[in-house]
């Protein structure tokens, strides 16, 4: 079946890196998407990654894909406050009906 | 503004009422979705509508029913509510393509339901 984990919680300090994780189950993901939660708003899309690679870099954020273990993780480098949220992991489900199955959220907590 | 947009962003009533969320997306994708956020943030699917036709249902209640009169629109109509209805409907939209397609899910902000 599909299954995406997520730790539930990260703190860390203004200026360090943050990395989430999560894994999932799905070998036949064709794409994994890392998701942003602000209070009270709705999911924004952070990044994504196809999975014939293993790496993507977008200024601040870093996706690391480990197929074998179906790994994926997300360093933000030089955390902000403004960086606090909650953040979601995603596959895109099998079936061809282009949902994406989501991990139970990381609240990542910046402190200044 | 090329958005999900869905109304209302609160709705608070009373158990065993009708009640409607309405959803519109003008990104011209033609998939639709109604995800559930519960109270532990966590994302469940209920419902999409791909081109006006519905091709997901997961387990959720027959008080339950999704209606797309076209492929920009998704609205949610729950009847007889319940205190365990009470949630953040998220609406969504994408396009759909090949299974190899990157098909990002557009969020909606959500609106938050609370029965009393």
Redesign the interface.
Known sequence: GEDVEQSLFLSVREGDSSVINCTYTDSSSTYLYWYKQEPGAGLQLLTYIFSNMDMKQDQRLTVLLNKKDKHLSLRIADTQTGDSAIYFCAEKGSGNTGKLIFGQGTTLQVKP | DTA?SQTPKYLVTQMGNDKSIKCEQNLGHD?M?WYKQDS????K?MF?Y?NKEL??NETVPNRFSPKSPDKAHLNLHINSLELGDSAVY?C?S?Q?????Y?????????TRLTVT
Not at chain 2, 40 to 43: D, N
Not at chain 2, 96 to 100: D, P
């Open positions: 999900v998939t979705y532990k943030k966590f994302l699917i999409s791909n091709i997901i998220f969504a994408s759909r393509g090949q299974s190899s990157n098909s990002p899910l557009h969020f909606g902000n959500g």
